[in-house]
């Protein structure tokens, strides 16, 4: 199983990287976890931003590869709901692939691509720290679904 974070944005802040790095290491090893660094594009507007970086975003998919990407018009769940998506993608046996754009967000194009979208919050969050809050999700919603004591229920 192979699962891949598609995040647009090089180098990160340090506290960054260390808690991309922290949650990563907790995530189970037979999903060979990768996340791959995309350029963020130079263009002049937010649209051309975009449309340029979804380039890179779609060519950058693993073949075969079920997508989900976090944009604020996705689905927004419970921790106990994202750990029973977690699992349904598990169960699909392919390659799974989580996207997040850049600060300007995503381009229609990778919108449409996507098998699902989903939502972390309403709330804004800053570019880099949304893919702490999302490898820390990921974690929580793995150790729900192995009765890991990680995550309490209120």
Request: aromatic letters at 8%; one cysteine or more.
């Amino acid at each position: 199983m192979s699962v891949t974070l598609l995040s647009v944005g090089k180098r990160m802040p340090s506290w960054v990287e260390q808690g991309c790095s922290e949650y990563s290491k907790r995530l189970p090893s037979q999903w060979r976890f990768q996340i791959k660094e995309l350029a963020q594009a130079k263009n002049e507007t937010a649209e051309l931003r975009m449309a340029a970086e979804s380039k890179t975003i779609l060519a950058s998919v693993p073949n075969k590869s079920h997508t989900i990407a976090l944009d604020n018009r996705g689905s927004n769940w419970s921790t106990e709901k994202l750990a029973d998506q977690l699992q349904g993608w598990l169960e699909l046996g392919k390659p799974l692939t989580f996207i997040i754009g850049g600060p300007d967000g995503l381009h229609d194009d990778v919108r449409s691509y996507a098998n699902q979208l989903v939502s972390l919050s309403p709330l804004t969050f800053p570019h880099p720290m949304v893919r702490i809050i999302w490898l820390e999700q990921l974690y929580r919603a793995h150790s729900l679904l192995n009765n890991h004591p990680y995550h309490r229920a209120s």
